[in-house]
């Protein structure tokens, strides 16, 4: 049985970037936080683990900076740029299903809650989430 394919998902920013490898089934592999000038080291070593179908890089501001740096990193892998809007809102609602609060953080609405840990794997995550359904829509 063949194994399903695997894209990255960035999200871009000027200081950090969210990188997660979602397979085509929606599976999460990794989820990470790494500063923008290890990108590409990252990347590069993502890609090491096994073959890459694609890398979905989130529109925002700094998209194009993230998108050279996969060029260079990953040469000859399509890159898809997706629409990321209320990504940090539903990364946010991913995050708390995978870590649900405990004892009276229970009662606290969710939406008053800060999680411990930067979100922007789970919103890298969503942007392969997003390109997937649009490519199979």
């Not at 990252?42 to 501001?61: F, N």
């Not at 997706?82 to 649900?100: F, M, W």
């Amino acid at each position: 049985m063949a194994q399903p394919a695997r894209f990255i998902g960035i999200d871009p920013g000027r200081t950090k970037c969210g990188v997660a490898v979602v397979d085509e089934n929606g599976r999460r592999e990794m989820l990470d936080v790494v500063p923008t000038v290890s990108l590409g080291a990252t990347l590069t070593s993502y890609a090491r683990t096994g073959p890459i179908a694609g890398i979905c890089v989130g529109d925002a501001t700094t998209s194009d900076a993230a998108i050279s740096i996969c060029k260079t990193a990953l040469p000859g892998i399509p890159i898809a740029v997706v629409d990321e809007r209320h990504t940090t809102l539903q990364a946010r609602a991913s995050y708390y299903k995978d870590n649900p609060p405990r004892g009276l953080l229970r009662l606290i609405p969710r939406g008053l809650l800060v999680p411990k840990t930067p979100l922007d794997g789970y919103a890298a995550a969503l942007i392969v989430e997003r390109f997937l359904s649009q490519k199979t829509a």
